[in-house]
């Protein structure tokens, strides 16, 4: 039920007060009236009454209407004010409208007061819904409002956030404070010549922040037009495109890598002289035009062209001449008859003896579509923003009503004439999980009275999950009693899906990565191993046979002297030596045969080859491994980390003893390698590459490495691979 009028009556007169009650009620029933006659009941009234009206005769005793006035707006009681007076000068009617007062209405024509209570509330709310228009806009765009010299009278917090200029730095300057010298005089004298006749211009500017960065916004400028059709003032409206400007020069790709992947890449690469003779081509480009080329064809870019854009050529030509380059969509008929779009992107070359354009093109037919689908919405979308489809929201905490528009019963799939707006029925709608913490952020602002805003999930009416985002602010009187909290609310779903998707591809492709990298690496080791059993084969079956041969024909020699006699047998002895070492480096190159023997007897052989010659004991423990577990591949890695640490114990740790032991339980292979020497710092990396390898064959299994060491201590190497067993 639509609550009373309440109207407040400033008369000393309770006779004329009576005859202005029943007049209004005549024409609007059931409004709740209160009578203040003088200064003091006014003030009273308007603290503890909250008209929504307020009727004023011109003068009292020690107090009028002007002053009323005064007292009314300085506390920001945004109500109709209407004077009701005896007589009035032209004078001082102009001047109590100029104040603030709605209307005034002389004694002897009350008839119209009832018109002009319905007249003044309206006007009332039309200039609230601008002002929440006006609010909507400041928080998704870039604002400035200059004057006809295009001196900037207004900018909001969005300006000088993005610009790093304060509202005092930039009021009274024109848009030069920010002009970074990138566009030509003819842009700005267009866009001039554009606004001073009353038109509207869009473009973008790329301009420079107080501390000297750049940025990028799509900017649409709106003439304000007085009377005579000539603009006053100016409404400039910005988007930030930095980030898409960023992009786009990446795009941009240097000659050379041009070059490189003209025959290989699927895009349209030609060539052409001034005439639009077509010159060359690449594969792709004969794909595209559904025909093999011809130089003798005389093929000209222009025979490719719809009818209807063939008259665009002779322009696209005379911007090649005139700018050098020339980008932008073309639309095409192929010699197999289907109409395609290509977006190209030209550019002139005059250093060589003919001038010649290379062009690069791009079929986007499919995408074109989407594109145009996508700006269709994203149109409709601005063109909701302008009339507040950007959700707005407020309370009024004197009369404690809540007021909703439109588009937030959209945004959260509900029927207006179903419910009733309320705190309780907005926090009725919060996910579960978010419905404690948006109950606080709200008991907050109540208790603090500070703006503020957050993100939350919301499940609309239909069971549907999305992400909402709400702001408010707070107004206030003059002393500082909350009038009213009002804010908006967005859906920001699709954002939010886009930022997810995001960091998955992210993973994803890291992931990927990772793969390709172990594949490599495997593929690096396995090779390694083919060229180390080659070696070690070539040392043991060429070299050692060269060798032994040589040592045979050296004992053979009998008719020697003494002293030859003892140098046949010191070089003997020297065979001998190079003998057994190269034998020890072909076994440690070879491939271990693990067809034939196990795993353990391989690394027993290589302990004893290694360390126990080198005077190391060893213990072995093998009670918990299972050999059956794992596969040819896994045995090979762990041989040769076995083999690595036993170079690393050998040539660094000055050990005594070293302790080795395998185990296979719940799906994981564990070795561990342990010796007492002289160990190292914690956390020091080596300059060696032993660590590196190991770490390298194990990636292959995804399997790791862990090292416990310190001076003194000793040196323990555990690593573990993951298997499957049935």
């Known amino acids: 039920m639509e609550q009373a009028l309440k109207i407040l009556l400033l008369e000393d007169s309770y006779t004329d007060a009576e005859i202005i009650k029943r007049l209004v009620k005549k024409g609007k029933p059931g409004c709740d009236f209160l009578l203040a006659t003088n200064k003091n009941d006014f003030l009273k009234a308007l603290d503890d009454f909250s008209p929504d009206v307020i009727i004023s005769d011109n003068s009292l005793p020690q107090f009028d209407a002007t002053e009323a006035l005064q007292i009314v707006r300085d506390r920001s009681i945004h109500v109709p004010f ?8 032209e004078e001082f009617a102009a001047g109590i409208m100029k104040q603030g007062a709605d209307d005034y209405i002389l004694k002897d024509r009350m008839i119209r007061l009832p018109n002009a209570i319905d007249t003044a509330l309206k006007q009332r709310k039309a200039l609230k819904e601008i002002a929440d228009y006006k609010y909507a806009l400041d928080q998704s765009a870039i604002i400035a409002i200059t004057d006809q010299k295009g001196i900037i009278v207004y900018a909001n917090d969005n300006f000088c956030k993005i610009s790093k200029y304060s509202k005092e730095e930039l009021i009274g300057q024109d848009h030069r404070i920010i002009n970074s010298g990138y566009h030509p005089k003819s842009y700005i004298k267009e866009l001039w010549r554009t606004i001073a006749n009353g038109e509207i211009w869009k473009g973008e500017f790329r301009n420079k922040a107080k501390d000297g960065t750049l940025y990028w916004v799509e900017t649409t400028i709106v003439p304000f037009l007085n009377e005579q059709g000539k603009p006053y003032q100016y409404l ?60 003798k064809d005389n093929l000209n870019i222009k025979d490719l062209l719809v009818t209807e854009k063939k008259d665009e050529f002779d322009l696209y030509i005379a911007n090649i001449k005139k700018n050098g ?12 008859g289907k109409i395609h779009i290509w977006e190209y992107k030209n550019s002139l070359k005059t250093t060589g003896v003919t001038p010649i354009v290379r062009g690069y093109a791009r079929d986007i037919t499919e995408s074109r579509i989407a594109e145009e689908n996508l700006r269709k919405s994203e149109a409709r979308l601005k063109e909701a923003q302008a009339i507040t489809h950007i959700s707005n929201w407020e309370i009024d905490l004197v009369q404690n009503s809540h007021t909703w528009s439109e588009e937030f019963y959209r945004i959260y799939g509900i029927n207006k004439s179903e419910v009733q707006p309320s705190a309780e029925l907005f926090l009725s709608f919060m996910h579960p999980e978010d ?122 020699i009998k008719n020697t002297s003494d002293k030859e006699k ?71 890695a762990i041989y040769r980390i076995g083999q690595e640490q036993c170079t690393n114990i050998v040539k660094y740790a000055k050990a005594q003893h070293v302790n080795i032991s395998l185990s296979t339980a719940n799906n994981v292979f564990k070795m561990i390698i342990a010796d ?51």
């Not at 380059?325 to 197999?336: C, D, I, N, Q």
């Not at 960091?503 to 690096?524: D, F, G, N, P, S």
């Open 82 to 89: 209407i004077l009701v007076t005896g007589t009035v000068s």
């Open 236 to 295: 400039s409206i910005r988007i930030d495109i930095t980030e898409q400007k960023k992009t786009e020069e990446k795009i941009q790709k240097s000659e050379e890598q041009y070059r490189d992947l003209v025959e290989n890449i699927t895009d349209l690469i030609c060539t052409h002289d001034l005439d639009g003779r077509i010159l060359s081509v690449n594969r792709a480009a004969e794909e595209l035009m559904g025909q093999k080329f011809n130089p």
């Open 325 to 336: 380059y020339a980008e932008g969509l073309m639309k095409v008929k192929t010699f197999s």
């Open 435 to 556: 419905a404690a913490f948006a109950e606080k952020k709200i008991q907050e602002a109540f208790k603090t009275l500070k703006n503020s805003s957050f993100n939350f999930r919301f499940i609309r009416k239909d069971g549907i999950i999305r992400h909402g985002y709400t702001e408010w602010r707070f107004e206030f009187d003059k002393k500082r009693n909350p009038l009213r909290l009002y804010g908006i609310v967005q859906d920001i779903t699709e954002r939010k899906q886009a930022e997810e998707e995001r960091k998955r591809l992210e993973l994803k492709l890291m992931e990927q990565q990772r793969k390709e990298q172990v594949i490599i690496t495997a593929t690096t080791l396995e090779a390694q191993e083919r060229e180390r059993n080659a070696i070690g084969v070539e040392l043991h079956d060429n070299v050692n046979q060269i060798l032994v041969g040589t040592k045979i024909l050296l004992s053979t």
């Open 566 to 636: 003892n140098l046949v047998a010191s070089c003997i002895k020297n065979l001998q030596e190079a003998i057994d070492e190269n034998r020890k480096i072909s076994h440690a190159l070879v491939t271990p045969d693990l067809e034939t023997d196990t795993l353990v007897d391989q690394i027993n052989r290589l302990t004893h080859g290694m360390l126990e010659t080198a005077g190391l004991s060893v213990h072995t423990d093998t009670s918990s491994y299972n050999e059956a577990l794992l596969d040819k591949e896994k045995k090979i």
């Open 676 to 726: 007492d020497g002289l160990g190292m710092k914690e956390g020091k990396k080596t300059a060696g590459i032993g660590l590196r390898n190991i770490n390298s064959r194990l990636s292959i299994f995804n399997g790791k490495a862990n090292t416990i060491t310190a001076p003194g201590k000793g040196f323990t190497l555990e690593i573990e691979i993951p298997y499957w067993s049935d």
